[in-house]
């Protein structure tokens, strides 16, 4: 394998490192024949936009559904009532449910998710700003990480993009190395 | 009235002027009680993005589908397969079709919806790369406008989410006067 210079860590990724790991997962799941679906809350269509920035982007990106209301959560991605209000929006069982939702209505092969608290408002002791889970499913797994960003709430939102971005990545070299 | 600088031209944008315009857009439908949802296709989810770039925009943005692939227009919005199949993805009519399609499926007060052309690839001699349709609905009424931008794909999809943004600004600004 050709070296690579370590990727910034999530916390610090700018939209150029966000754009660099969208080529990757394109050049990964071009290659593998694989489609993929997007579920936002707490990043609001960011990671749609860093998908699309590269050209070509629509021969395996089919689109997105930005959760940002509750609503939208269970009518659009079929997040299961019960869950949001035993969980709470911001739990690793709704960005799980969030992502195979995403990915079932969508029809893709993959479902990739993001929920957290971007800030600076939002927060309470038990969940504070930055925490964030971010899910990738296919179909017949998930994997879910849970994340604690400490930044802005612009700088929040590029960590969690890159998050799930590297969650799909690791998960296909998982795949390849199987 | 306050003297505002002129805003730039869509075409020249930058990120930051969007989140400029994001945050007028909030305080206008915070103003008026409005709740705003988005249907993107050539911008993947910048328009949310940059929404959702401004603190407290929970309060009035519901979310959004990114229909990148005709399917999702189809299923996820409802806009009819003939309207496609007539006019194509990048015309006025699908404009009109996923700014109502969003607002009726999020239920909400306004829907905003960009389809166009970013580019490199994807242009033909009768729509160019550039060509891009920005089109606002509220309950009774929609407005779309056509717009052919000449930058690089980043440059047009700015250029595409500035325009719809001041389309609802200046939506918004008439109902004031009338």
Chains 1, 2 share one sequence.
Request: aromatic fraction near 2%; hydrophobic fraction near 45%.
């Amino acid at each position: 394998m050709p070296l690579e210079a370590p990727p910034a860590a999530p916390e610090h990724a700018s939209l150029d490192d966000l754009v660099a790991l969208a080529r990757r997962v394109q050049s990964a799941c071009l290659a593998r024949g694989l489609t993929v679906a997007t579920a936002e809350s707490c990043t609001g269509g960011l990671l749609g936009h860093v998908l699309t920035e590269v050209a070509g982007s629509s021969a395996y990106f089919v689109g997105g559904i930005v959760s940002y209301s509750d609503a939208v959560k269970t009518g659009q991605l079929g997040v299961p009532v019960e869950t949001l209000a035993h969980h709470g929006a911001v739990s690793a069982q709704v960005a799980v449910a969030m992502a195979a939702g995403v990915r079932e209505r969508l029809a893709t092969d993959l479902g990739l998710a993001v929920t957290g608290i971007a800030g600076p408002d939002g927060g309470t002791t038990e969940k504070p700003v930055g925490l964030t889970y971010v899910a990738v499913a296919d179909r017949s797994h998930s994997r879910v990480e849970r994340h604690l960003w400490s930044g802005t709430r612009d700088a929040n939102k590029r960590a969690s993009a890159a998050a799930v971005l590297e969650l799909v990545l690791s998960g296909l070299a998982e795949d390849a190395a199987a």
